[in-house]
């Protein structure tokens, strides 16, 4: 019977160490197929990785580029604007001279010739119409008691504000010292007398 112990103890012991080889085994199979699984997971961040500190670099440069257009924007809007307002301070000047202008030349005597100063100013000495056919627009200005102004606004044609008034667009260059047809939305222009 001992015998028979000792073999079935050995018997018994060499099973076990087949059982724990074979449970050992599936555990580093286990486990070689979680480090495999892991390092493809790996790969994978490393390559998303990649890919966005590519797209950071690329927006990176975007953003650079889009600071250098709107600092340049920006100058460029600030000097329309110092242009604009220069134009602006013309205009109040201009607008000034001719309202003293057409004050000085409502007062004078009716038989007095015009300085160069008023021929500049006025075109011609020919006299607007006495009367408007059409109604007073809500854009005219009336100045120093004679001289009667209209604001040209958008859309607006020499043409068109001459038909307006009852007169032509010969007259109305003539009374305002334009070469051309072109006038600007925001410019005072005589349209006849009151």
């Not at 390092?39 to 797209?55: I, W």
């Not at 075109?123 to 408007?132: C, I, M, Q, R, S």
């Not at 100045?143 to 068109?160: I, M």
């Amino acid at each position: 019977m001992k015998r028979l112990t000792v073999k079935s103890l050995a018997l018994f012991c060499a099973s076990w160490v087949l059982l724990a080889g074979c449970v050992m085994t599936e555990k580093y199979e286990a486990e070689k197929a979680r480090a495999m699984n892991f390092q493809r997971l790996l790969a994978q961040e490393e390559k998303r990785t990649g890919e966005m500190d590519s797209e950071l670099k690329r927006l990176k440069r975007e953003s650079a580029d889009l600071e250098a257009r709107n600092r340049e924007l920006t100058a460029q809007l600030q000097a329309v604007r110092e242009q604009l307002a220069r134009v602006q301070e013309e205009m109040a000047l201009r607008e000034a001279a001719m309202t003293k202008k057409a004050a000085e030349s409502a007062k004078a005597p009716k038989g007095r010739r015009a300085d160069r100063g008023d021929k500049d100013l006025l075109g011609t000495l020919e006299e607007p119409p006495a009367e408007v056919a059409t109604p007073e627009p809500s854009g005219t200005v009336t100045v120093g008691g004679t001289a009667r102004y209209h604001e040209v606004k958008p859309g607006e044609t020499l043409f068109s504000i001459a038909k307006r008034y009852g007169t032509d667009v010969k007259t109305l260059k003539s009374w305002n010292s334009l070469r051309s047809n072109s006038i600007e939305v925001g410019q005072r222009l005589v349209v006849g007398r009151e």
